[in-house]
């Protein structure tokens, strides 16, 4: 069995200095490190290495909630870069993008 590691915290979302106000006050209401949980977990159970796109698309998110999650989770040891793979994007054109994988 594969022991989880949870790091238990309340960080709040974050936001731009160069952002609205509205955009601020937003972030500031949203648990990023809960975000981050949902979206290890998505990826710890599908036990494959997918891009943040297919990672939104399975979790029914937008990929723009899912995205900021991946860097602070590689930082925590929660995820690493596994490669590179095209991608169709929303708009119907492929696009390059990182390949995460997450780390017992």
């Known amino acids: 069995m594969t022991n989880l590691r949870l790091v238990v915290s309340n960080d709040p979302g974050a936001a731009r200095h160069s ?20 979206v290890y977990t998505y990826l710890f159970k599908t036990g494959r290495d997918l891009t943040a796109l297919e990672i939104a698309r399975g979790m029914h998110m937008d990929i723009r909630t899912v995205s900021p999650r991946l860097k602070p989770l590689e930082r925590k040891g929660g995820v690493m870069r596994s490669g590179k793979r095209y991608c169709v994007n929303d708009a119907g054109n492929p696009s390059l993008m990182i390949t995460w994988l997450a780390l017992p």
Do not use: I, M, N
């Open 19 to 38: 952002d609205p106000v509205t955009s601020q006050l937003a972030a500031g209401s949203v648990s990023a490190t809960h975000l981050e949980w949902l």
